[in-house]
Nanobody
Framework: QVPLVESGGGLVQPGGSLRLSCSAS????????MSWYRQAPGKERELVAT???????NYADSVKGEFTISRDNARNTVYLQMNSLKPEDTAVYYC???????????????WGQGTQVTVSS
């Protein structure tokens, strides 16, 4: 197992900002796509943002212009900068990565444990 460890969640007021981090540790030889998903209570998990190994990004329409995904390949880390947060952004945010633990193994998909983001006054 390759743990993906998220951090940076918490309680923030509407209009505020948070920065989530997700680091992959262990034996890793390459990481392709890294993504952030979120799941609000009573709703299905949804894709928030994706970044590929070349830095190309895609965003859900609901967060375009407010959220920014980035990565540090040297640290095997992906970030999600969230600005102008709204109560509807409240959810558990999950990191997801497609990575390879050895060159003889295919890409495999991994999930983090999730970090709670609550936007409330």
């Amino acid at each position: 197992q390759v743990p993906l460890v998220e951090s940076g969640g918490g309680l923030v007021q509407p209009g505020g900002s948070l920065r989530l981090s997700c680091s992959a540790s262990g034996s890793i030889v390459s990481i392709s796509t890294m993504s952030w998903y979120r799941q609000a209570p009573g709703k299905e998990r949804e894709l928030v943002a994706t970044i590929n190994s070349g830095g190309r990004t895609n965003y859900a329409d609901s967060v375009k212009g407010e959220f920014t995904i980035s990565r540090d390949n040297a640290r095997n880390t992906v970030y999600l900068q969230m600005n102008s947060l709204k109560p509807e952004d409240t959810a558990v945010y999950y990191c997801n990565a497609n990575l390879r633990t050895s060159w003889s193994q295919p890409l495999a998909n991994y999930w983090g444990q999730g970090t709670q983001v609550t936007v409330s006054s």
